[in-house]
């Protein structure tokens, strides 16, 4: 249960550590569950880091203590990866976070009793810390129907782990890629 903890180890590397440089890249892999590692890597991106001498293992809180504007960001989901072009540029997300949260928005409004469009987008919620907005999902959806992994998440209060892939590349009539969860 302490899996996507915004606690644990945290992978550095030595320029950032120790040698001043600015955090630019940061990569969050999947620790599969490792209650000890976050799965977060922060490195310097100018310097290369092909000896594993470069990395230093630091607590994830050191790393945003060291460098806050990673805070909001700490919850995000394995394959989350953020870049800045330098320490005065904000952060940009490489990924499809609100694309993939328009496109089931955009499936639950021509389907909205669809229970596996509205778990997808309950667990997507989720597993970027928006836990109002995704408990708001579940709510509208049992308004509407009934949903036994919704019950159970309720009584357990846990939503399991999940991944995002792109399902091809054609767009809905609105406009979204659809995009699909995979559960593990
Ligand atoms: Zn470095």
Redesign the pocket.
């Known amino acids: 249960m302490a899996n996507m903890n915004s606690s644990g180890a945290a992978i550095i590397?030595?320029?950032?550590a120790t040698g001043g440089?600015p955090i630019l890249l940061a990569e969050r892999s999947d620790s599969d569950n490792d209650p000890v590692d976050s799965g977060w890597q922060f490195?310097?991106n100018?310097?290369l880091?092909d000896d594993v001498k470069?990395a230093r293992v630091w607590a994830l809180d050191e790393v945003v203590e060291m460098e806050p504007t990673l805070k909001e960001f700490i919850n995000l989901p394995p394959s989350a990866r953020l870049a800045r072009k330098d320490k005065e540029s904000p952060w940009l997300m490489e990924d499809h976070f609100d694309e993939a949260i328009a496109a089931f928005h955009c499936a639950i409004r021509l389907a909205p009793k669809a229970e596996g469009v509205s778990l997808n987008l309950f667990h997507y919620l989720w597993r970027l810390g928006k836990k109002d907005e995704a408990l708001e999902e579940v709510k509208r959806f049992m308004s509407i129907g009934d949903s036994k992994d919704y019950r159970e998440i309720v009584k357990e209060r846990r939503a399991p782990k999940v991944t995002v892939t792109r399902q091809g590349n054609s767009l809905c009539q609105k406009g979204c890629y659809p995009l699909a969860l995979v559960f593990c």
């Open positions: 590397c030595s320029h950032c440089y490195i310097c100018v310097e880091h470069e």
